[in-house]
């Protein structure tokens, strides 16, 4: 059966960025909550909607419409396969919530990768971030810039900067991480489950990082 992770961090820490590679190299399905609302909010749905006044305002979606949203993705899988959780769960209630869902699946997490990033590397990092609104790739302007200025690589389109990544929205994102997130941290680590990784290095060495603290807390080397 294909093992569950979930990686933790700020906003901006570089989850989305190391889950593609985490997913690639282990297998994966990478399933992030963020692209999900946004995806949500692109088709005009009602939970699309709902969710923008929260996202613009640097809140967290509330408990109640982001598990079912998330909960009902997991329903789709196949049973040998492992999942990649990026920025779900995000509060205690919601960590409950899929803890019983895969419970109920036979299945658990087993590895809670967790990227430590200061604020002032954050704040440069998201304001930075360049996101393609077709296939959900991630650029920076200074550490990772696509070939072509402005213009995705992999499909072309125009890039755009998302409606949260202003100084002042990230603000209120990493208040929203400090009180309602962070508390995440202890709690998989009492459950023997955290594994901590410096997140400040360039994107190859967090990787090689994390990739090494999976397989340590997985025993497989
Ligand atoms: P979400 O989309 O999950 O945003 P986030 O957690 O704030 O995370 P980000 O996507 O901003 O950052 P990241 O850590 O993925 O960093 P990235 O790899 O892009 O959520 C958005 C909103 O949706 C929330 O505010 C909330 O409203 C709502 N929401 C979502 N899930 C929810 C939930 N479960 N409950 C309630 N509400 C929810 O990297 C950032 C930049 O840095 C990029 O430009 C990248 O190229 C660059 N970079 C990455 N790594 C490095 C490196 N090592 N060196 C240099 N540059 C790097």
């Known amino acids: 059966m294909g093992m569950n992770l979930v990686i933790l961090g700020p906003p ?3 989850k989305g960025t190391q889950a ?3 997913a690639q190299a282990f297998s994966l399905r990478h399933l992030s909550s963020g692209d999900l609302l946004r995806a949500e909010r692109a088709r005009g749905s009602a939970l699309g909607k709902k969710a923008a006044e ?12 982001i598990i079912g949203a998330v909960l009902s993705q997991l329903s789709d899988l196949g049973d040998k396969a492992g999942l990649l959780l990026d920025g779900f769960p995000r509060t205690v209630a919601q960590a409950e919530s899929l803890g019983k869902a895969l419970n109920q699946a036979g299945k658990r997490v087993d ?3 967790a990227l430590a990033v200061p604020e002032d590397l954050i704040v440069d990092r998201i304001t930075g971030r360049r996101t393609c609104p077709r296939c959900n790739a991630v650029y920076h302007v200074k550490t990772l810039p696509p070939a072509r200025d402005g213009i995705c690589d992999a499909d072309g389109a125009v890039l755009v900067q998302r409606p949260d990544d202003t100084a002042e929205v990230v ?12 508390p995440l941290e202890a709690y998989y680590r009492d459950k023997g489950l955290l ?18 603290a999976v ?7």
């Open 12 to 14: 901006g820490a570089g």
């Open 20 to 22: 593609v590679r985490l």
């Open 54 to 65: 929260y996202m613009d305002a640097g809140k967290l979606v509330p408990d109640e419409i």
């Open 111 to 113: 590895v809670v990768p």
């Open 171 to 182: 603000k209120q994102r990493l208040e929203a991480y400090h009180r309602q997130t962070a």
């Open 195 to 212: 594994a901590e990784v410096d997140g400040t290095q360039d994107m190859d060495t967090v990787f090689q990082a994390l990739s090494e």
């Open 215 to 221: 397989r340590r807390r997985l025993g497989m080397e």
